[in-house]
Structure formats: C-alpha cells, structure tokens
C-alpha cells in the first residue's frame, strides 16, 4: 500500500506519518518512509536521532549516481532493478522500516526542488514492491507540492485536519487536487481534537464518509517534539487512534493495488 500524508503546515503530518509507520511495520515485511518535505524529518518519530537522520545520504545524490551510470538522463526517468538495489542501500534502516529523505533544505533563491520531486516520483512508482510492503510519503505543507505531481502513483492520500476554517480549507483543496492527479481515494484525518465542539466542527465540515478517525490533542506529542530521539509510545492515544485508522485503511484501500 502506498500513502501520502498531506494537508497545512503544522497540522501534525510527520508525527502521524512516522506513527504509521511504525503501525505498519509491525505486521508488514518492509515498510518504505519517504521524506517528501524537506523541512520534515520522519526518521525522528521513529527514535531516529536527528542528527543521523539528517546526515544520511539524501536521494538527490542517489539521483547523481544514476544519472552518472545512464550517462545523463533527463528530467524524468524510470527505475530499474539495479537501482533499486541500490535503493535499498541508500535508505537508513531501522529494523524493517527504511527511510529516504529528499535532501536537506536549500539556502534562500536556490534552485527549486524539482529534480528532487521527479526523482521521488520515479521511487513510488517504481519501487519493486513486494504485495505486502507499504510506502508511506511525509509530503510538505499546503498544495503547493501537489502541483509537482509527486504523490501520483499513491494509492491514497491522507489529510491531516485540525479542527480550524483555514485547515479545512485547505484540506479540501488538497482532496480537489489529488483527484485532479488521479488519486481516487483521498481521506481525512482529524488532529489536534480538545473539545466535542471541535469534534462536531470537523465532523460537520468534512464528508463523514471520508472521515477515517479523529486523533485527540495529547501532550504527549508536544513533549516528545521538545526530545531528540523520542517516539510516540504505543501505549498512549495517538498511537492507539491511528491503530484503528491504519485497520480501516486496511478494509478500505487493501493491498489491492501493489
Ligand atoms: N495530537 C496532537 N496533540 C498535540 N500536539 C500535536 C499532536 N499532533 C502533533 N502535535 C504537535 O504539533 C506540532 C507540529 O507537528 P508536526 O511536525 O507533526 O506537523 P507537520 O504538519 O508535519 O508540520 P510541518 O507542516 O511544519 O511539516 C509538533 O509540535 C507536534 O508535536
């Protein structure tokens, strides 16, 4: 299964994508967490220490490494099994969960991240999945990286939502957008709930049927964010909540598309 998380800055996207993460790699062989964002570092949610995380090789070297061996390739190009082997190597691992991560941030009026994107492109379209792996995508804030199509080969979108008229909207639009790219099933996931008011917000504002579960707003996570090296602990409702979410993902996306 592959799935990509989305929605406005701040919204709780890479503490829940590296908590699903973890989720699915307890029942899955191999699970592939890809670092869309660069400002996001996945690898940390995991009890990876940041500094590690960020030091790992990013794939846009990888991507000099291919391009080498093809001598050039252009924009867009398809991967083969050799490079995925090479894939393999280049993901830091952790147990079975293998991270790759964009590349880190660029300096003000450097280049654009597109060769970066089309390159993670190429990876979730190709990487050679086993029928059980799954592929989880950190994408960055807001719509503006949908416009560069990277999530195109997802089989669904995940959309973080805390209960704000801005956080809806813009959830909304990034449901518009992903169809407009062919992603057919876009869900969303409710973050950061305090109240039943703020339940019954999003609930009255997002379609019911697409509403996979609503995380409550746990200290835990404002704490672990202030810890280097520190996850989400198992015990705690984060964890819980996005357990029964990754199982109703299950009935509804499947393996079906790998
Ligand atoms: N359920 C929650 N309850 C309380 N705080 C939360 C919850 N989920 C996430 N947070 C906190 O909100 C902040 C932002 O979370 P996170 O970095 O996961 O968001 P993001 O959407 O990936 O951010 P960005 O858009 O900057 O990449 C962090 O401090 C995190 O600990």
Redesign the pocket.
């Known amino acids: 299964m592959k799935l990509a998380i989305s929605?406005k800055?701040?919204?709780?996207?890479?503490?829940?994508a590296s908590t699903l993460v973890r989720i699915f790699a307890e029942d899955h062989p191999r699970v592939f967490a890809i670092d869309a964002?660069p400002?996001?570092c996945l690898a940390q949610g995991v009890g990876i220490e940041r500094q590690v995380a960020q030091e790992h090789r990013p794939v846009i070297e990888l991507k000099e490494i291919i391009d080498a061996k093809n001598a050039g390739g252009g924009a867009f190009f398809t991967l083969n099994p050799d490079v995925d082997e090479i894939l393999e190597e280049y993901c830091l691992k952790k147990d079975n969960i293998n991270f790759l991560r964009m590349g880190g941030l660029k300096k003000g009026g450097e280049a654009c991240y597109c060769k970066e994107n089309s390159f993670l492109n190429s990876v979730v379209n190709s990487l050679l999945l086993d029928r059980n792996d799954v592929v989880i995508l950190?994408m960055g804030?807001g719509i503006e990286h949908l416009s560069r199509g990277t999530a195109r080969g997802v089989d669904a979108m995940l959309v973080?939502v805390e209960p704000s008229l801005n956080s809806v909207g813009t959830a909304l639009q990034v449901k518009k957008m992903s169809e407009d790219l062919g992603i057919n099933r876009v869900y969303f996931i409710g973050?950061?709930v305090r109240t039943e008011k703020e339940k019954e917000f999003l609930s009255s504002k997002l379609p019911q049927d697409l509403l996979l579960g609503i995380?409550?707003?746990?200290?835990e996570?404002?704490d672990?964010?202030m810890e280097d090296g520190v996850a989400i602990s198992p015990q705690g409702i984060?964890y819980k909540t996005l357990k029964e979410i990754k199982k109703r993902l299950e009935e509804e996306v499947g393996n079906r598309d790998i």
């Open positions: 929605g800055g701040g919204v709780g996207k890479t503490t829940i964002d400002d996001a950190d804030a973080v973050n950061k995380i409550p707003y746990d200290d996570a404002v672990t964010a984060i």
